[in-house]
DNA sequence: CCTACGATTTAGATCAATCCAAAAGCGTTC
DNA sequence: GAACGCTTTTGGATTGATCTAAATCGTAGG
């Protein structure tokens, strides 16, 4: 109602179009839609005339039609496989962050770690002809689906986990330096028996920290002791009760997550245990509870957010360059160390967090 | 390259459209659309035909094309200020949910609590001509914008917060009874001196919770003690030693959210205080840690999976029918009772989650 | 005076769908 | 065999942008 377009015929607010800009510049539509996409061509007079027409008549572009024609959609399409995850959601701020720059907009689904609601989404993806797909693969992903999507002609970076053989697009950390990080800083304060706890999946990140950990105890000539469980702070709570009830119990442990760190340090609690002391613990995301938790969590630290700017960055340029050489980005992780791993630490302020570190990124190509 | 489309002229795989499946099937474009949008006006033996040919052909159909024909994109815009909140993530893993159901899709962006970001964002949508929004409102929102939306003519639904005058279409938790609830558990179990902590910020949802600890403090002849402070797990630390230092430290908190409350619980332990003995502790929310921190903590539950679905179910009632009369569907929050304001509790199983009780929603139709 | 030139501007086709009014098909009945 | 009523089907216009090749313009060179 606010303002009402000069223009009489158009039925609702809203609805002028070039047309109608054209008319009341006195110049041809083409002229309009240069002006927009601020060509060069156009003198500035005329530009200057249609930029005050655009204002005056309230008009709004319209991306649809303008794709239809450019097939360009300014659009990319997000896939998580759970988004209530804090991880996934520092990632997904990062994602947006980096596309809100580039006047990129995105659209995030959940895949619930369903291989079928992922392929429902990106199916819809397609008919919506997004420009792009970032994907963090649900468990249990067909390989073959990364083939499929170029098939589609559907540019496609994969983040954190991945599928399928390289080459392709990709962003993420180095899971298995992180986690061999973790073990020589344990072995350097002078445990003998780590145990690593985590990973009855079977994905690329999974696959990743038992490789750190398993060649890490192996390059120190220890004993690996391993126990597979699933991702949650419950199952943390869980396991380290398992392990601390063995013959020989374990005088570290290594997570897969914080998440499950945390239910670790509560497990040993429970037993009378203090963490840190009577058993250390060290986390991967170093998420931000890890600064504040009772004793503040040693943890790999993983950077969630710059994966996410990264990964972004990586389809726009794939978009850009379709035949480009696909890129591996990864970022290497960094060891917080506290009061979980090393009582003696000095009792820091608690909020000592870590910034993300995104200069220590490897970046590989394959031609 | 799998399924080459039969028709010469189309330059890449993907583009076949409905004119090729016409020209496959011996029917008219016309006859296509019907049988694509599940028209009864097509004879069955017509429509197996094109059916038939729509595979064969690998049709993908073009959302880009119909919208603007149709106007209706099938597409909503998502505005959250903080993804990386946990409470966040699962009311989107809620939205999400909701809108897959119903063969939406949906555009995310995180407002970063920039009333310019969020505003940027909304042109945005405009020019993609999204069906709705779903809007948390960034700190310090103009209500007017709530009027400038309605104006261009996209229907609204506000989650969580909410900004300008009433009717509008809304989804939340009703925090005032949640922060009662709170204080009236504490007050049965003899607490006298029992503070509210958090809320510097001026949201609804801010607002709502002071209103609620004072009415209820007033109910029970007590004295208020009301701290402003950041939202933060930082702000719980340092909020919690500030007030155990004064000459009447209280013998009870309610923080304003979990993130707080676990900090206060370690601001108590840093100054050698049990949580729950010496002082108790009640957050808001209700997150999947709450049940599995030390001590557990007792927390008012605001079911965020089950707003965003409601949020969701709202929009789309909107959409279909954009001039019927605005809805508010208020969630009752529930006590979760654990240790942390109950020492006398038995030590439960650590992981007895709440279920979301969405049939305790209060609907409120303003015509 | 005519033409060539670089810089702008434009008409008309095109993109892939939906919408609408009109036409076609088809079995009855007069 | 024409008229009728009913279900299906169909051209052609429409949606709002981009793209392409051609038109316009003022000026300078032959």
Request: with cysteine; hydrophobic share 40%.
């Given at each position: 109602?606010a303002?009402?377009?000069?223009h ?8 002028v179009?070039?047309e109608?800009i054209?008319?009341h510049a ?9 002006v927009?996409r601020?060509?060069?061509l156009?003198?500035?007079?005329t ?5 005050a027409?655009?204002k ?12 239809l024609?450019?097939s360009r959609?300014?659009?990319l399409?997000?896939?998580v496989y759970?988004?209530?995850?804090p991880?996934?959601g ?13 006047n ?8 619930e ?6 392929l ?10 997004v420009?792009?797909?970032?994907l963090?693969?649900?468990e249990g ?7 499929t ?5 559907l ?9 399928g053989e390289?080459p392709?697009?990709y962003?993420?950390?180095d ?23 985590g990973?009855?999946a079977?994905?690329?990140a ?22 597979r469980?699933a ?11 398992t392990?601390?009830a ?5 005088s ?6 914080d998440?499950m760190a ?7 609690k ?10 250390a ?7 931000e ?7 503040p ?5 993983t ?31 960094r060891?917080q ?5 090393d ?5 820091q302020d608690p909020?000592t967090?870590?910034?993300a570190s ?7 190509t394959?031609?």
């Amino acid at each position: 109602m606010a303002r009402q377009p000069t223009h009489p015929s158009s039925p609702r607010p809203g609805s002028v179009t070039l047309e109608d800009i054209a008319a009341h510049a006195g110049v041809s539509r083409s002229t309009v839609s240069l002006v927009l996409r601020e060509s060069p061509l156009v003198a500035e007079r005329t530009r200057d005339n249609v930029r005050a027409s655009i204002k005056t008549l309230g008009y709004v572009y319209n991306r649809g039609a303008a794709a239809l024609r450019s097939s360009r959609t300014h659009t990319l399409g997000v896939v998580v496989y759970d988004i209530a995850n804090p991880f996934f959601g520092a990632m997904v701020a990062g994602i947006d962050a980096a596309l809100h720059r580039e006047n990129y907009v995105s659209f995030l689904a959940n895949s619930e770690d369903s291989p079928q609601r992922q392929l429902r989404f990106l199916e819809r993806m397609r008919e919506h002809r997004v420009d792009g797909i970032l994907l963090c693969p649900s468990e249990g992903t067909d390989p073959a689906l990364i083939a499929t999507l170029s098939d589609w002609n559907l540019p496609c970076v994969q983040v954190l986990r991945h599928v399928g053989e390289p080459p392709f697009d990709y962003a993420g950390t180095d899971f298995e330096q992180g986690v061999r990080l973790a073990v020589d800083h344990l072995v350097a304060r002078g445990h003998r028996q780590i145990a690593f706890i985590g990973g009855e999946a079977e994905h690329s990140a999974t696959l990743a920290r038992w490789r750190g950990y398993f060649a890490a105890i192996a390059d120190h000539g220890l004993a690996p002791r391993h126990l597979r469980t699933a991702l949650t702070r419950r199952a943390g709570f869980e396991a380290i009760q398992t392990l601390m009830a063995e013959p020989t119990p374990p005088s570290a442990v290594v997570c897969h997550n914080d998440l499950m760190a945390f239910g670790a340090m509560l497990g040993l609690k429970r037993l009378g245990l203090t963490p840190g002391v009577d058993c250390a613990v060290v986390g991967t995301d170093d998420v931000e509870e890890a600064a504040l938790s009772d004793p503040p969590l040693t943890s790999v630290a993983t950077h969630p957010y710059a994966i996410g700017e990264e990964a972004a960055r990586l389809a726009l340029r794939r978009i850009a360059d379709p035949d480009g050489a696909r890129e591996q980005v990864i970022l290497s992780p960094r060891l917080q160390v506290r009061e979980s791993s090393d009582a003696a630490e000095r009792h820091q302020d608690p909020a000592t967090t870590s910034k993300a570190s995104a200069q220590h990124a490897r970046r590989l190509t394959t031609p």
